[in-house]
């Protein structure tokens, strides 16, 4: 089992910047492949950004990439989503989740059907 929550949102004006943390606890969290989500009201849930468990792989939607860097510390078992640039379009409620499916890769996915276990998640709201 493991437990995941998420801090770090809140309101930013356009060209502004948030740092997303997720905090995992429970069993063997470096084992995890983190996953980065968002679900803006009426669409579908997207998955942003990925990091594999050593963090030698990582992946990024197209839209976000060049604006958003994943990172992870394992000793502190908590994954980083910087924004830097944030656009409207960004708005969202941001979610992470675990899986250990790529564990032996060392590998992460951007599909949200590939995750085990999911966070509550924080709301980012980008606006003047």
């Known amino acids: 089992q493991l437990q995941l929550v998420e801090s770090g949102g809140g309101l930013v004006q356009p060209g502004g910047s948030l740092t997303l943390s997720c905090a995992a606890s429970?069993?063997?969290?470096?084992?995890?492949?983190i996953g980065w989500f968002r679900q803006a009201p009426g669409r579908e849930r997207e998955g942003v950004s990925c990091?594999?468990?050593?963090?030698?792989?990582?992946n990024y939607v197209d839209s976000v990439k060049g604006r958003f860097t994943i990172s992870r510390d394992n000793a502190k078992n908590t994954v980083y989503l910087q924004m830097n640039s944030l656009k409207p379009e960004d708005i969202a409620v941001y979610y992470c989740?675990?899986?250990?499916?790529?564990?032996?890769?060392?590998?992460?996915?951007?599909?949200?059907?590939?995750?085990?276990?999911w966070g509550q998640g924080t709301q980012v709201t980008v606006s003047s």
């Open positions: 989740a675990a899986t250990r499916g790529f564990l032996m890769s060392d590998l992460c996915v951007l599909q949200p059907m590939e995750y085990d276990y």
């Open positions: 429970g069993s063997a969290p470096d084992y995890y492949s």
């Open positions: 990091i594999s468990t050593s963090d030698a792989s990582t």
